[in-house]
């Protein structure tokens, strides 16, 4: 399983982002995916997950309403549309896979490059 996430950048509060991560195997319809951040100074944590077939998605508490995970299969392709961004979105995001049908955090093994996201006020 091999990642890449793109499109993050330097954005002004209340703005919005759309966050790519491309699965270049041929194993995409068999994964969960899952997005993570970690801010400066702070501990990784999940943000959003989708399962399989994109029919069941998971957001912690502090993105629900403003951010949206969805997976197109035949792209081999997750998003992250982030809305209404806050300065305590900043941080570097990473894109991550499972074969488990699961959103617990410790089961993401596979892991690509983080993508800078920056809100300023």
């Known amino acids: 399983v091999q990642l890449q996430a793109s499109g993050g950048g330097l954005v002004q509060a209340g703005d919005s982002l759309r966050l790519s991560c491309v699965e270049s195997?041929?194993?995409?319809?068999?994964?969960?995916l899952g997005w993570f951040r970690q801010a400066p100074g702070k501990e990784r944590e999940m943000v959003a997950a989708?399962?399989?077939?994109?029919?069941?998605?998971w957001y912690a508490d502090a993105v629900k309403g403003r951010f949206t995970i969805s997976r197109d299969n035949a792209k081999n392709t997750v998003y992250l549309q982030m809305n209404s961004l806050k300065p305590e979105d900043t941080a570097l995001y990473y894109c991550?896979?499972?074969?488990?049908?699961?959103?617990?955090?410790?089961?993401?093994?596979?892991w690509g490059q983080g993508t800078l996201v920056t809100v300023s006020s």
């Open positions: 195997g041929r194993s995409f319809g068999d994964l969960s």
């Open positions: 991550a896979a499972t074969f488990r049908n699961t959103v617990t955090p410790t089961a993401y093994d596979s």
């Open positions: 989708i399962s399989r077939s994109g029919g069941g998605t």
